[in-house]
């Protein structure tokens, strides 16, 4: 573990309402916020859910925005701001998986701004240029297990014109409430639980491995990955397991917390692909997971080791912990019916360069334990395409 700097600032979470059926409480946590005329955003495909039809008469002045991408980009945003605005709402309720979450985040903050979103990248300061009284009041209902978004200080959302996911921050987009209720998961299928479920685990891993110090954040991953190795494989086959969903639930909610800490390469390129190629992001981490961990190898021994005793990995059976983690990743991705290589999912190599070359320019490369140049990215990117872990 690397030595403590003599100077450092944490973040961490809000108010969590965690059980079944606090749903419920969404309208005494509306008025404690002030929320009269919410605008309610969720994703296209959630629209029609029984759960969304279920919230609407709980806040009846409230008004449903569903025009939100699986990879929610600006003019998502515009719409949503158009909305809210149109509507004379006066607070954002976002309710689905990490596409509506962010972009009701990004919604949230945008409606009492006057720059254009793309000046609020997380770069520098530019957080600085946001006025912080335009934020809308923002509520987080999450319905899958994976992104943890609401707990999150930013917004994922794809730049239609340069085809880059960028990362939108301010302090102030952490919801005010968050509603963790494990019955509004049930109805999320096997394969969208897998997928949502190893990206809480990549979440987990890319943050403890990352190089930061940030200790609260190491613990709290460990714990995650602990509770997804245990709890994801009963809510992949059997869905209405409720203590398994609320577990993973759980994990997901403290992987986001944890990368506050940083993420790695599995995320500097699933950022790009995502944006030129539209595939979920969860997917896309589940893919790229154990590549990333082979090309670190040599920066991650230790981490790895700490990660084997934890997860109680048997490393005598293998010889060595390293070995013994991939065995046990590439086990447990089969058994989730996670495709083996990007090619099965319709990626190919003809942009590759161009994927390397931007993820060498996602902020989530800084936190990578190697330093990788876009050769690297390109190498990795290639064995990913083809299934070639060596």
């Known amino acids: 573990m690397p030595n403590p700097p003599k100077a450092n600032q944490w973040h961490y979470p809000t108010d969590i309402i965690f059980g079944e059926n606090r749903i419920q409480e969404l309208p005494q946590l509306c008025a ?79 409606v009492g701004q006057r720059l254009p979103i793309w000046d609020f990248e997380d770069v520098g300061d530019n957080w600085r240029r946001v006025k912080p009284e335009g934020i809308a009041p923002l509520i987080a209902v999450p319905t899958t297990a994976g992104t943890g978004s609401e707990v999150g200080r930013t917004a994922v959302i794809v730049d239609e014109q340069s085809q880059l996911k960028k990362i939108i921050f301010h302090p102030k987009m952490l919801p005010a409430k968050v509603i963790l209720d494990p019955v509004l998961t ?34 709290i991953a460990l714990e995650s990955m602990a509770l997804i190795k245990q709890w994801l494989p009963i809510a992949f086959s059997k869905g209405s397991d409720l203590s398994a969903r609320s577990h993973m639930q759980t994990a997901s909610m403290m992987g986001a917390t944890a990368f506050q800490k940083g993420l790695g390469a599995v995320h500097a390129l699933a950022h790009p692909l995502g ?57 447990f991705r089969m058994a989730l019916k996670i495709p083996h290589s990007l090619a099965e999912i319709g990626i190919d190599e003809i942009r590759a360069q161009e994927i390397a070359a931007k993820a060498l320019m996602d902020p989530s490369a800084r936190g990578n334990p190697l330093a990788l140049n876009q050769s690297d990215y390109h190498a990795l990117l290639i064995r990913a395409i083809r299934g070639e872990l060596k």
């Open 186 to 219: 049930l109805g999320l299928p096997a394969g969208l639980t897998a997928a949502t479920g190893i990206d809480a685990f990549v979440h987990s891993f890319e943050a403890f491995c990352a190089t930061a110090y940030h200790p609260m954040a190491d613990g």
């Open 32 to 110: 404690q916020l002030n929320i009269h005329n919410a605008l309610i955003v969720c994703d296209q495909g959630l629209a029609k859910f029984d759960f969304i039809q279920a919230i609407l008469p709980l806040l009846p002045e409230s008004a449903l925005f569903s025009e939100v991408k699986a990879n929610p980009n600006g003019a998502n945003v515009e719409a949503g701001v158009s909305a809210y605005q149109q509507g004379k709402h006066d607070g954002v309720v976002a309710v689905g998986g990490g596409s509506a979450l962010d972009a009701g985040k990004a919604i949230a903050l945008m």
């Open 275 to 331: 944006a030129v190629y539209d595939k979920h992001h969860g997917l896309l981490n589940a893919i790229l997971l154990p590549y990333v961990v082979m090309t670190n190898r040599s920066a991650i021994g230790d981490k790895v080791e700490t990660i084997c005793r934890y997860l109680d990995l048997d490393i005598q059976k293998s010889g060595q912990a390293f070995e013994a983690f991939m065995e046990w990743l590439l086990a």
